[in-house]
Protein backbone atom coordinates (compact mmCIF):
# COMPACT_ATOMS: atom_id res chain seq x y z
CA UNK A 1 0.00 0.00 0.00
CA UNK A 2 1.16 3.51 -0.62
CA UNK A 3 3.30 5.24 2.18
CA UNK A 4 4.50 8.34 3.19
CA UNK A 5 6.97 8.69 5.68
CA UNK A 6 8.22 12.31 7.43
CA UNK A 7 11.62 12.65 9.68
CA UNK A 8 9.70 11.56 13.14
CA UNK A 9 12.26 13.50 15.24
CA UNK A 10 11.67 17.02 15.70
CA UNK A 11 13.63 19.70 14.44
CA UNK A 12 15.31 22.39 16.04
CA UNK A 13 17.19 24.99 14.33
CA UNK A 14 18.31 28.45 15.22
CA UNK A 15 16.15 31.67 13.83
CA UNK A 16 17.34 32.72 10.33
CA UNK A 17 18.61 29.55 9.23
CA UNK A 18 17.02 27.42 6.60
CA UNK A 19 15.18 24.57 7.60
CA UNK A 20 14.73 21.87 5.35
CA UNK A 21 12.16 19.29 6.19
CA UNK A 22 11.78 15.34 4.23
CA UNK A 23 8.66 13.59 2.72
CA UNK A 24 9.29 10.14 0.88
CA UNK A 25 7.04 8.14 -0.78
CA UNK A 26 6.62 4.56 -1.83
CA UNK A 27 4.53 2.28 -3.91
CA UNK A 28 3.03 5.10 -6.13
CA UNK A 29 3.31 7.56 -8.40
CA UNK A 30 2.09 11.11 -7.47
CA UNK A 31 1.18 13.87 -9.80
CA UNK A 32 0.74 16.02 -7.51
CA UNK A 33 2.13 16.61 -3.56
CA UNK A 34 0.57 19.10 -1.13
CA UNK A 35 2.40 20.69 2.51
CA UNK A 36 0.41 21.17 5.12
CA UNK A 37 1.25 23.63 8.55
CA UNK A 38 -0.50 22.69 11.80
CA UNK A 39 -0.56 24.49 15.17
CA UNK A 40 -0.96 22.68 18.69
CA UNK A 41 -4.66 21.96 18.93
CA UNK A 42 -5.71 23.24 15.68
CA UNK A 43 -6.19 21.42 12.29
CA UNK A 44 -3.86 21.41 9.32
CA UNK A 45 -3.52 24.32 7.66
CA UNK A 46 -2.95 24.56 3.38
CA UNK A 47 0.66 25.85 1.97
CA UNK A 48 1.58 24.72 -0.56
CA UNK A 49 0.88 22.25 -3.45
CA UNK A 50 3.35 20.48 -6.01
CA UNK A 51 2.46 19.25 -9.55
CA UNK A 52 5.20 16.79 -10.55
CA UNK A 53 6.24 18.62 -13.65
CA UNK A 54 7.12 21.27 -11.58
CA UNK A 55 10.08 20.15 -9.75
CA UNK A 56 10.18 23.10 -7.68
CA UNK A 57 7.57 26.02 -6.20
CA UNK A 58 8.01 29.09 -4.47
CA UNK A 59 5.93 31.21 -1.98
CA UNK A 60 7.24 33.66 -0.10
CA UNK A 61 10.10 32.03 2.43
CA UNK A 62 8.73 28.74 1.44
CA UNK A 63 10.30 26.39 -1.48
CA UNK A 64 9.04 23.04 -2.45
CA UNK A 65 10.92 20.79 -4.96
CA UNK A 66 9.27 17.24 -6.26
CA UNK A 67 11.83 14.49 -7.45
CA UNK A 68 9.83 11.85 -8.89
CA UNK A 69 13.01 9.63 -9.01
CA UNK A 70 14.05 9.67 -5.73
CA UNK A 71 10.28 9.77 -4.80
CA UNK A 72 10.66 12.68 -2.26
CA UNK A 73 9.06 16.19 -1.87
CA UNK A 74 11.99 18.62 0.07
CA UNK A 75 10.31 21.58 2.10
CA UNK A 76 12.43 24.64 3.00
CA UNK A 77 11.56 27.66 5.22
CA UNK A 78 14.54 30.27 4.46
CA UNK A 79 15.41 32.68 6.81
CA UNK A 80 13.19 30.85 9.14
CA UNK A 81 11.60 32.77 12.14
CA UNK A 82 10.13 31.42 16.01
CA UNK A 83 6.99 32.14 14.39
CA UNK A 84 7.68 29.40 11.93
CA UNK A 85 7.76 26.69 15.10
CA UNK A 86 4.55 23.57 14.05
CA UNK A 87 4.42 21.07 13.02
CA UNK A 88 4.67 20.32 8.78
CA UNK A 89 2.82 16.94 7.22
CA UNK A 90 2.84 16.31 3.46
CA UNK A 91 0.11 14.91 2.02
CA UNK A 92 -0.77 13.28 -1.22
CA UNK A 93 -4.00 12.61 -3.30
CA UNK A 94 -4.03 9.18 -4.87
CA UNK A 95 -5.78 9.23 -8.09
CA UNK A 96 -5.85 5.37 -8.35
CA UNK A 97 -8.76 5.25 -5.33
CA UNK A 98 -11.19 7.87 -5.82
CA UNK A 99 -10.34 10.93 -3.65
CA UNK A 100 -7.99 9.64 -0.92
CA UNK A 101 -5.80 12.04 1.01
CA UNK A 102 -3.20 10.63 2.98
CA UNK A 103 -1.02 12.22 5.01
CA UNK A 104 2.61 11.63 6.78
CA UNK A 105 3.12 11.86 10.37
CA UNK A 106 4.69 15.36 10.59
CA UNK A 107 7.60 16.34 11.63
CA UNK A 108 7.96 19.42 14.33
CA UNK A 109 9.48 22.28 13.41
CA UNK A 110 11.28 24.55 16.60
CA UNK A 111 12.34 27.64 15.65
CA UNK A 112 14.96 29.41 18.96
CA UNK A 113 15.15 33.14 18.91
CA UNK B 1 -11.70 30.66 6.76
CA UNK B 2 -13.38 27.75 5.30
CA UNK B 3 -16.86 27.19 6.37
CA UNK B 4 -16.61 23.87 7.93
CA UNK B 5 -17.89 23.29 11.57
CA UNK B 6 -17.35 20.12 13.32
CA UNK B 7 -19.69 18.94 16.98
CA UNK B 8 -19.17 18.47 19.60
CA UNK B 9 -15.86 20.18 19.73
CA UNK B 10 -15.15 18.04 23.35
CA UNK B 11 -16.51 14.50 24.20
CA UNK B 12 -16.14 12.19 27.64
CA UNK B 13 -18.03 8.72 26.64
CA UNK B 14 -18.14 5.40 28.44
CA UNK B 15 -16.83 2.19 26.59
CA UNK B 16 -19.34 0.41 24.55
CA UNK B 17 -21.88 3.39 23.93
CA UNK B 18 -22.35 4.86 20.53
CA UNK B 19 -21.40 8.16 19.21
CA UNK B 20 -21.59 10.18 16.12
CA UNK B 21 -19.69 13.29 15.19
CA UNK B 22 -20.96 15.52 12.78
CA UNK B 23 -18.62 17.70 10.26
CA UNK B 24 -20.83 20.45 8.42
CA UNK B 25 -19.57 22.74 5.66
CA UNK B 26 -20.93 25.55 3.85
CA UNK B 27 -19.02 25.18 0.72
CA UNK B 28 -20.41 23.02 -1.41
CA UNK B 29 -17.50 20.63 -2.05
CA UNK B 30 -17.51 17.44 -3.17
CA UNK B 31 -15.21 15.53 -1.23
CA UNK B 32 -15.06 14.93 2.55
CA UNK B 33 -12.98 13.54 5.05
CA UNK B 34 -12.43 12.42 8.85
CA UNK B 35 -9.10 11.46 10.20
CA UNK B 36 -7.81 10.71 13.70
CA UNK B 37 -4.73 11.75 14.80
CA UNK B 38 -2.67 10.13 17.63
CA UNK B 39 1.04 11.41 19.25
CA UNK B 40 3.29 9.39 16.69
CA UNK B 41 1.26 8.56 13.75
CA UNK B 42 -0.02 11.97 12.30
CA UNK B 43 -3.60 12.35 10.48
CA UNK B 44 -4.60 8.52 9.62
CA UNK B 45 -7.90 8.28 7.43
CA UNK B 46 -11.18 6.47 8.62
CA UNK B 47 -13.44 7.59 5.56
CA UNK B 48 -14.24 9.69 2.87
CA UNK B 49 -16.84 11.02 0.78
CA UNK B 50 -17.07 11.46 -3.15
CA UNK B 51 -20.40 12.78 -3.26
CA UNK B 52 -23.44 12.42 -1.28
CA UNK B 53 -24.20 8.90 -0.07
CA UNK B 54 -20.78 7.88 -2.11
CA UNK B 55 -18.04 7.20 0.81
CA UNK B 56 -15.23 4.54 0.62
CA UNK B 57 -12.62 3.11 3.89
CA UNK B 58 -9.51 4.68 4.82
CA UNK B 59 -6.38 2.84 6.60
CA UNK B 60 -8.50 2.65 9.82
CA UNK B 61 -11.72 2.15 9.46
CA UNK B 62 -12.86 -0.46 12.05
CA UNK B 63 -15.00 0.18 14.44
CA UNK B 64 -16.38 3.50 12.25
CA UNK B 65 -18.82 3.94 9.96
CA UNK B 66 -20.16 7.22 8.21
CA UNK B 67 -23.17 8.64 6.11
CA UNK B 68 -23.60 11.57 3.94
CA UNK B 69 -27.18 12.36 3.27
CA UNK B 70 -26.33 15.48 1.80
CA UNK B 71 -23.64 17.44 0.33
CA UNK B 72 -23.28 19.66 3.93
CA UNK B 73 -23.33 16.93 6.13
CA UNK B 74 -20.40 13.78 7.26
CA UNK B 75 -21.67 12.03 9.93
CA UNK B 76 -18.78 9.69 11.59
CA UNK B 77 -20.46 6.76 14.25
CA UNK B 78 -18.58 4.50 16.47
CA UNK B 79 -20.88 2.03 16.71
CA UNK B 80 -19.52 0.83 20.44
CA UNK B 81 -17.10 2.86 21.28
CA UNK B 82 -13.10 1.47 22.72
CA UNK B 83 -11.57 2.94 24.09
CA UNK B 84 -8.30 2.69 21.64
CA UNK B 85 -10.73 5.39 20.02
CA UNK B 86 -9.51 7.78 22.36
CA UNK B 87 -8.73 10.33 19.86
CA UNK B 88 -8.43 14.22 18.55
CA UNK B 89 -10.80 13.44 15.01
CA UNK B 90 -10.51 16.17 12.47
CA UNK B 91 -12.75 16.69 9.53
CA UNK B 92 -11.85 18.02 6.23
CA UNK B 93 -13.42 18.89 2.36
CA UNK B 94 -11.92 19.21 -0.61
CA UNK B 95 -13.69 21.12 -3.65
CA UNK B 96 -11.51 18.42 -5.58
CA UNK B 97 -9.11 16.17 -4.62
CA UNK B 98 -6.00 16.45 -6.96
CA UNK B 99 -5.40 19.97 -7.66
CA UNK B 100 -7.12 21.63 -4.79
CA UNK B 101 -6.15 22.12 -0.89
CA UNK B 102 -8.04 20.44 1.51
CA UNK B 103 -10.03 22.50 4.66
CA UNK B 104 -10.03 21.65 8.27
CA UNK B 105 -12.26 21.82 10.79
CA UNK B 106 -11.34 22.64 14.09
CA UNK B 107 -11.34 18.94 15.33
CA UNK B 108 -13.62 16.73 17.96
CA UNK B 109 -11.37 15.82 21.14
CA UNK B 110 -13.22 12.13 22.12
CA UNK B 111 -11.96 10.32 25.28
CA UNK B 112 -13.54 7.14 26.04
CA UNK B 113 -13.62 6.23 29.72
Known amino acids: SQKIEQNSEALNIQEGKTATLTCNYT??????LQWYRQDPGRGPVFLLL?????KEKRKERLKVTFDTTLKQSLFHITASQPADSATYLCALPLYNQGGKLIFGQGTELSVKP | DAGITQSPRHKVTETGTPVTLRCHQTENHRYMYWYRQDPGHGLRLIHY???????DKGEVSDGYSVSRSKTEDFLLTLESATSSQTSVYFC????????????FGQGTRLTVV
Open chain 2, 49 to 55: SYGVKDT
Open chain 2, 92 to 103: AISLRVFDTEAF
Open chain 1, 50 to 54: IRENE
Open chain 1, 27 to 32: NYSPAY
